[in-house]
């Protein structure tokens, strides 16, 4: 494989660095011109790529060898891809003073002060959104991880030093501002893996339009009172829950999803995996709209539950009070007069069994094979 130069050569990449050109199946035909415009060569018109470190340029069959090679190596180490905005995704910065609180206000209200950093010289503040760094511990061991931006390189640079300290999340695997197509585009040409294999989280969905379906939109993070129509967290003198925010529940997706991927019941082999797919058997249960009886404890939350949290994963919605729209009444048992009103009601009374296999295969089973009991009676079939 011919590289125009070694320079800052990504780690993720190095070990391509001595692969001749029949270990990867491609063409070595690149130019060694230097003007380069739009991924063309001024010079010779060959077709060549810019890939994130600016000394390094590759032919489009070179990515396409890497892109086979490095793919292969992940899913033998039963590793995809996870791609991760930064701003609004797993921090919140602002250099807005006119509404920023000092750092000993906000630890006053028992803000976490590890997750709150004051970056002066820049006249900046910095807060990581709670829990990020036990989701990037998390999700290490089913991903390999990249950064994905429209911040330029010196801000990310210091983002990624308090995301990633001991830099084993990301390594060269940061994607920014200067490495973008266009300023408003997000484009897994960048990202050197099959794009079947690759999942995107982002706060934001028009960047991704070329690549919405492997899109995971994330609510955003406002911790700070930098804009006049949003309510801050901050200003609220409050923060995202450890274990019950966004990143905790998200991170339980992932790993729905990643054990989806490589689920053995699955037809085919992993050459026909696609978390576009997975994402897709994922709602499976939208339009479904449940409430829980006779299942908890009577001092027990049902949505800090697993079965809660299943069916809002396969796109249900969950209610604890009684509401007159709802399609479902997942239950271990019921009276007889309480079967007929639900089947006067269109109601379904099912067994939680139902949810649990449904979410095992992110496939929507048929409730009449999950009857509840009925007083010693089978529940006929609805």
Known sequence: MKIISEKGFPQDLSDLESSSSSDLDVDTKTCAHLRVVRGMCWVCKSEVFKYIDKDLWLSPDEIAGIRMVESEKLLKDRKIVLVLDLDHTLLHSTKDSRHLKTRQELLEHNINKDGLISLKHLGMMTKLRPYVHTFLKEASTMFEMYIYTTADRRYISLMAEFLDPENVYFKSRIIVREDLFAPDEKNLQLVLRHQRM?????????????????????????????????????????DEGETTGVLATILQKLKLIHRLFFNPKFKGGLAHRDVKLILDRLKVL?????????????????????????????????????????????????????????????????????????????????????????????????
Request: charged content about 25%.
């Open 198 to 238: 690759v999942l995107v989280l982002d706060d934001t969905k028009h960047v991704w339009r070329y690549h919405p379906d492997n899109l995971i939109l994330v609510k955003r993070y406002y911790f700070f009172d930098a804009r006049h129509d949003i309510v801050s967290l901050s200003a609220m003198n409050n």
């Open 286 to 382: 939208q339009g479904c709209k449940l409430t829980f009886e006779g299942i908890f404890p009577s001092n027990f939350e049902p949505q800090n539950s697993r079965l809660w949290m299943m069916a809002e994963e396969l796109g249900a919605i969950c209610s604890t009070s009684v509401f007159t729209s709802r399609t479902h009444v997942v239950t271990l048992v019921a009276t007889e007069e309480e079967s007929q009103q639900a089947e006067l009601d269109g109601i379904i009374l099912v067994h939680p069994a139902w949810l649990h296999n449904c979410y095992e295969l992110a496939k929507r089973f048929p409730e009449s094979d999950y009857p509840i009991k009925l007083k010693n009676k089978k529940l006929r079939s609805s």
